[in-house]
């Protein structure tokens, strides 16, 4: 059993590209989220998913996208990164209907330049 | 929407003593209060959580205490040890209102010196 991953491990990208994050789980969890991490800034929500087919945007959205096809797979896509969009970002998932505890995937370091 | 506040952001104890990091919610409908420990380029990784019906929780050398009067809970660790070093986050959420995420604190790094 995996878990949780992402891909890629870490990804340089030239502003005004275009970039999609992936995250896959296989527990089965109903609901999966999205965050970044910043120095100093902790971990911010960008987007959350309760269940497939239904998304919702978090605290930080803004250059965004997320996508839940079905209960495994939650792809975070920049249209067009800036710089400030560097960061770390982690996928998450959990049985919302169950425990409430949150997994978090290994992480995927992005450098906009 | 919630916003925790965490004390203090760096917090360096000796080996062998106790460490308190304290995080203050203000959202009065949260029920839900996780903290997370996270190791230099890891995942953060669940240690303890606590719910509102209870105002304490432990688990080995690790307690959790939550006011929910005060809007407020702390992370107790005991008897600290050199792989205690790490950074920690407090999160709050409520649960049974969709699953919209966690509110983290900015973090404390925890230094346990020899």
């Known amino acids: 059993i995996a878990g949780i991953t992402q891909a890629p491990t870490s990804q340089i990208l030239a502003a005004g590209r275009r970039m999609t994050l992936r995250c896959t789980q296989d527990?089965?969890?109903?609901?999966m989220y999205w965050y970044r991490q910043d120095l100093g800034l902790g971990l911010r929500l960008i987007h959350y998913?309760?269940?497939?087919?239904?998304?919702g945007k978090g605290e930080v959205p803004d250059g965004y996208s997320v996508s839940r096809a079905n209960t495994d797979d939650f792809p975070l896509t920049l249209a067009s990164a800036v710089p400030s969009q560097t960061s770390v970002y982690f996928c998450?998932?959990?049985?919302?209907?169950?425990?409430?505890?949150?997994?978090f995937g290994p992480g995927t370091r992005l450098t906009v330049l | 929407g919630e916003n925790v506040e965490q004390h203090p952001s760096t917090l360096s104890v000796q080996e062998g003593d106790s460490a308190v990091i304290k995080c203050t919610y203000s959202?009065?409908?949260?029920?839900?209060f996780p903290w997370y420990k996270q190791e230099l380029g890891k995942r953060p990784q669940l240690i303890i959580d606590?719910?509102?019906?209870?105002g304490e929780k432990k688990d080995q050398r690790i307690a959790v205490t939550l006011n929910k009067t005060a809007k407020h809970f702390s992370l107790h660790i005991t008897e600290t040890q050199p792989e205690d070093s790490a950074v920690y986050f407090c999160?709050?959420?409520?649960?049974?209102?969709?699953?919209?995420?966690?509110?983290f604190g900015k973090g404390t790094h925890l230094i346990i010196q020899p």
């Open positions: 998450a998932s959990s049985d919302s209907m169950g425990s409430d505890t949150q997994y």
């Open positions: 527990m089965r969890h109903n609901a």
């Open positions: 998913s309760n269940t497939a087919g239904t998304t």
């Open positions: 959202d009065s409908a949260s029920n839900y």
């Open positions: 606590i719910r509102s019906n209870v």
């Open positions: 999160a709050a959420t409520e649960r049974g209102g969709g699953a919209d995420g966690l509110t």
